[in-house]
């Protein structure tokens, strides 16, 4: 509404130089913002120049998570490199733990990018307890060999004899959460992944 105010209050100013001026102020403002609205500036840069304004950027996006940018930004990173990651683990196991392995992720974005580089990269399917990869549920994983992504030690320990640290996904401006997140290689579950799949779901 005070948008809509103020453009009647300037339809009816009729000095010559009023909307010039507005105009260029608002071209002005555009270009110095656009750096925190769009991936227009490297990451470097953004940091040096721009970084203070983080805070600013995640608040009005009505996102908390801090890292060197906004999470709308910083969600654009390093997915390529843990899809990269991944695909090392994979490709190193032994032929039979290929055949039946499958890759389980803490949050719906890890396991969507992963399945979107599974064209570029020799990738397991995706599957994850996160919200609507929940729904899905487990496929055709039968669990026995699983590869994570983001998951506690502590809690593969609760579902499998045998969990092994295979690599650590690490990137320079993912989000904080993203970086230096552990891969495991799980095996030989206590259950079958029907009956875990249940203690997977989480809604955030």
Known sequence: MVFAAGGCLLEGIRRRWVL???GAALAVSGALLAPLAMPV???ASFVQHYGFLTGAGNGGAGQSTSGALPQYLGDRFGWRGMAATVSRVYTALPAADRARACVFTE??????????YRASEPLPPAISGHNSYYLWGPGACSGRVLITVGIPR???ARGYRSVARAATIRCDY???EENDVPVYVA???VESVAALWPTTRHYN
């Open 20 to 22: 010039p001026v507005y």
């Open 41 to 43: 500036l490297p990451p």
């Open 107 to 116: 949050n719906y974005g890890e396991a969507g990018a992963l399945d979107l």
């Open 154 to 156: 502590a809690d593969l």
């Open 174 to 176: 993912c989000m904080p």
């Open 187 to 189: 095996r030989d579950p």
